[in-house]
């Protein structure tokens, strides 16, 4: 064995503290959304970001742009940036900044969760809010209190300890729908984590503690489609909402514009955003917000270096190179492709035109 201690959540919160406006900007990010999510703030709710940040100097620049462009439409969307460290991996392949940061399978987790924490203090200092997906059950002691909202996975959402977990978050948290497309699971997940919860963790000192929770503030799910189709129609939707109601859950979705439901085409992604808005003019109150990839450059590293290197037959590539020290486009994806910046803003500011205020005199669906 060769373990390595890692310092406590106490110690790497006090490192790397939050200001009291930091604070406050996630507090009225977390009620903002809440507000959303019940109906009672009109605007639309837009997770928007990266697949995965693998390079903090260019997630720090598409900050800086999605913080301008929030100001700008900030009368119709609240928009809330991906900031997800940690990638699920059904086989293998690199497992996320937290994880890895060095992009070379020295899986420095110490280094990694120095890095999370720390870009994630300076985009609250920023005032943006930030969204993540909790996958390693221990790593939300370390940077729970700067996220606005959170998310189970499609993976991860029939597992009690992360069901637990969401149970004891200070965020309103989504559980995706399964990858085979069921919705149920996802509904399960969510009115158990409105529950109260006994279960082991980690307090601020490290030490192994017995957590008790209160409950998630504000469950729901989230529709990404899956293997074999979307989930976007009208049909999938008021479903969703027949089992939220099934489970005593208020009949609030999020639908990701991305994965299962572009078929793993991420350029179909505007076409799926313009789709549900024109649902949403047409009075759709069932959706209250949407998800979209989304990077500074479109595509992949890897899209890019097969483009620049292109093989005579197909063949793998390995799943980590060293992108941190020369990488192919500085901008792009290391994990899921992307669209690019200019084509989420217009898509956005486009959007903002149609969306206003006036979604609540709308008739709900």
Request: proline share 6%; with cysteine.
């Amino acid at each position: 064995m060769n373990d390595h201690l890692l310092e406590s959540p106490e110690t790497l919160i006090q490192r790397y503290p939050l200001s009291k406006q930091g604070a406050d900007t996630i507090a009225l990010r977390r009620n903002e959304i809440m507000s959303i999510l019940q109906g009672k703030d009109p605007r639309l709710l837009l997770i928007v970001g990266p697949c995965s940040i693998h390079n903090i100097s260019a997630g720090r620049e598409y900050a800086q742009l999605l913080q301008r462009l929030s100001v700008e439409v900030e009368d119709s969307f609240l928009i809330v940036m991906r900031t997800y460290f940690e990638k699920p991996r059904t086989s293998f392949g690199w497992k996320g900044l937290l994880y890895d940061p060095h992009l070379d399978g020295s899986n420095d987790i110490a280094r990694g969760i120095r890095l999370c924490r720390s870009f994630l203090v300076e985009l609250a200092e920023l005032g943006l809010a930030t969204a993540t997906e909790f996958l390693e059950p221990l790593s939300s002691s370390y940077l729970a209190d700067l996220i606005s909202w959170g998310s189970i996975g499609a993976r991860t959402v029939q597992s009690p300890i992360h069901r637990e977990i969401a149970s004891n978050l200070p965020m309103p948290v989504g559980f995706k729908n399964r990858n085979d497309g069921n919705i149920e699971i996802a509904v399960q997940a969510a009115a158990s984590s409105k529950e109260k919860h006994t279960f082991l963790g980690i307090g601020p000192d490290g030490r192994i503690a017995i957590k008790q929770s209160l409950g998630n503030i504000f469950p729901h799910i989230v529709l990404r489609g899956s293997d074999e189709a979307d989930n976007l129609d009208l049909t999938s939707q008021k479903y969703a909402a027949t089992l939220l109601d099934k489970y005593g859950l208020p009949p609030s979705l999020l639908i990701d514009v991305s994965h299962g439901n572009s078929r793993r085409n991420f350029r179909k992604q505007t076409a799926n955003f313009s789709l549900l808005i024109e649902q949403i003019q047409k009075g759709n109150r069932l959706i209250r917000g949407l998800m979209i990839e989304s990077n500074l450059l479109e595509a992949t590293q890897q899209a890019l270096l097969d483009k620049q290197n292109p093989a005579p037959y197909p063949h793998p590539r390995p799943y980590h190179n060293s992108y941190s020290k020369e990488e192919i486009a500085f901008g792009a994806s290391l994990t899921d492709p992307c669209l690019d910046w200019q084509t989420t803003k217009t898509l956005i500011k486009d959007a903002a035109k149609l969306n206003t205020p006036s979604f609540l005199s709308l008739a709900t669906l």
